[in-house]
């Protein structure tokens, strides 16, 4: 079930599909983003996202899992990288760090924590 979640999870990202990343969230959800106002919200966290991307004239995003920590078979740790292209410049790497919280038999992102590399 968890495979599934992130492969879902990884090609809405690899599509830029940001309403459909926001549904990888809950309305309790919370994300902190680098250098931004933390989000709350799969409808704030999908707008930011967004934005981010596109807003700031940014390429494709592609995510790709890192590791993965069961801390029980309802809590899971996810490290993953997101690469994000930049028109003339060398592309950016994300690092995320996300809980995800599986609810009525799916996992959603409880909590991310995102970060550049300074």
């Known amino acids: 079930m968890l495979r599934e979640r992130l492969d879902e999870y990884e090609a809405a990202w690899n599509a830029n599909n940001f309403e459909a ?19 709350r919200g799969s409808a704030a966290i999908a707008a930011f996202l967004e934005e981010f991307i596109t807003g700031r004239g940014l390429g494709a995003a592609k995510w790709t899992i890192q590791d993965v920590i069961y801390v029980t078979d309802e809590l899971v740790f996810t490290i993953d990288t997101v690469e994000i292209e930049r028109e003339g410049q060398p592309a950016a790497t994300l690092k995320d760090f996300l809980l995800w919280r599986k609810i009525d038999g799916i996992y959603y992102i409880q909590y991310g924590i995102s970060n550049l590399p300074a």
């Open 21 to 39: 990343l926001g549904d990888f969230y809950r309305g309790d959800s919370v994300f902190v983003p680098p250098r931004a106002d933390i989000q």
